[in-house]
């Protein structure tokens, strides 16, 4: 069976792609010297399928490549047109045929890809389907030529709303890194005998002239909508006609050129020199796509076309936004991630503010789109909100991680303070109060009221207890100090008064309790408060250890010259005794 057995058992038409400078090169190249189809219609003809054939032989092109796709009404010429402009030989507007070609465009080669579309209003198809192929059509390619026979209807107009708006969202941003794609440049073709006096271009220009709307027709707006945007494309298009090849259409593909019309011949020439003047390799983000990029290209326009019910500007903005959405995202994290967790949550929330607005600024720097890019910045709101949620968490697991830690030490030091075998308020108020600042000062984040609260009761109970035992420690060394100080006064230095006074002491704490039945209401007598007041001073060393105080004490009155070797002996073997006793603080060391 020959090629043009095969191409006649198509039924459909697809979009083609005429690999014309596939890899010359390649062993397989007879096999790529034909058409494939990249993209087909799915079962229910109305969005867009890729055609793997079509694409494995574009993947194989690593020149950089540039796209001229013929769309226009159903059997107005397109499949025609691409032969002759590839100097091909007719094939029933199925398949086109391509040879290997490859451009020299200012120094550098172009692989050149022409697409043939299926035409408009055909039988069996809905408008959707019409609408995804012009759409994948005009943001493929470089050259998008618009064939169309005689003259230039509303609904040839209308068509052009989906390039109008591809033009306006993408055509008009500076030029610099990060730019998406330019929008295809824009042939007019009018296949038409007679153009009565006037260029092709008046006669684009003509019809592209606002319509008068008197009566408010919404179809009318829209199309002068249309009309009025497409003077935003300016220098992005071109007017070109064609006469007819012959008069006998239905033979076409059985001519060759020297029974063509010689007009024809002759502007169709020219029509291959504005062609070929006009291709540029197709740009993407500033950079040329190779056969490879080129379909994954196809992929991301193909996902956003068949996204909707209807193919979309909106769709497409979102689909170039993406990879700037992940920039913004990624820049608002490293802004994140700069700050050492816990904070507090006000700390937290103004540095979310501020890199919010740095992602925020990004985007509007850079994102796709004039009209549709709410989608795109909700989307980013969204992320980042989810991307704050998270820190949030973690804050708060932070938080309550260092102020547990933080209460746990506080906790110890109070149990410490409990314990001191030499009762000090002093050190007992200065331990507390470091360790309350100590915590407030460390303890930070969203964990920190509730902790304070913990903390609070923990100390109000230690600071209880502790002046309860305080008490009772101290009772216990006044008793016991004031019978060592008689002994000492007596035995020791021989000091009279000083054993009269400690005789006294003496005789005080242990006749109250006895009169008062109990020592706890002792404490309340302002002499007791005189005695508390006098031993603070002697035993609280800011500087040092209050437990040395005692020692010190002792170690002076035994130093004295007076003193005789063998009574220091006993003394310091009593004070010792005395000491270990002192090891359980509830221990009432003199029962009377």
Known sequence: ????????????????????????????????ERAF?????????????????????????????????????????KSFLLNQLLSLTCNK??????????LDVNGSKVSVLYLDTEGFESIGKSNVYDDRIFALATVLSSILIYNLPETIREADISRLSFAVEIAEEFYGRVKGQDVAFEPAKLLWLIQRDFLQGKSVQQMVDEALQ?????????YIDEVNRIRDSLAFMGDNSTAFSLPQPHLQRTKLCDMDDQELDPLYIERRDELKQIVTSMIKPKLLQGRTLNGKEFVSFLRQILEALNKGEIPSTGSLVEVFNKAILERCLKLYNERMERVGLPVSVDKLQLIHNLAEDEARKLFDKQHFGKHHTTRSILKLDEEMRKVFGN???????????????KFSECEDKMEHLQSLKLPSMAKFNAGFLRCNQSFEMECVGPAKESYERRMSKMLARSRALFIKEYNNKLFNWLVTFSLVMIVIARFVIKFFLLEVAAWVIFIFLETYTRLFWSSELLYYNPIWHMIVSSW???????????NCCCAIIFS???ALPRCQETNRKIIASFVQRFLRKLQSPKNRLIQV
């Open 391 to 405: 820190f949030g968490f973690a804050n708060e697991y932070q938080s309550s991680k260092l102020c547990e830690a």
């Open 210 to 218: 606002r319509v008068p709307n008197n009566n408010g027709d919404k």
């Open 37 to 77: 189809p990249i993209v087909e219609p799915d079962h229910g003809h109305t969005k867009l399928r890729l055609a793997k054939e079509g694409l494995e032989a574009i993947k194989r092109i690593e020149t950089p490549i540039a796209a001229v796709a013929v769309i226009g009404p159903y059997r107005s010429g």
């Open 93 to 102: 507007g199925i398949w086109v045929w391509g040879t290997p070609i490859e």
């Open 536 to 546: 603070e001073t002697i035993v609280y060393n800011p500087m040092g250890d209050p």
């Open 556 to 558: 002076c009155l035994l």
């Open 1 to 32: 069976m020959g090629w043009r057995s095969r191409a006649s058992a198509v039924a459909v038409l697809w979009m083609l792609a005429a690999v014309v400078a596939a890899a010359a090169l390649d062993p397989d190249q007879d096999e790529l």
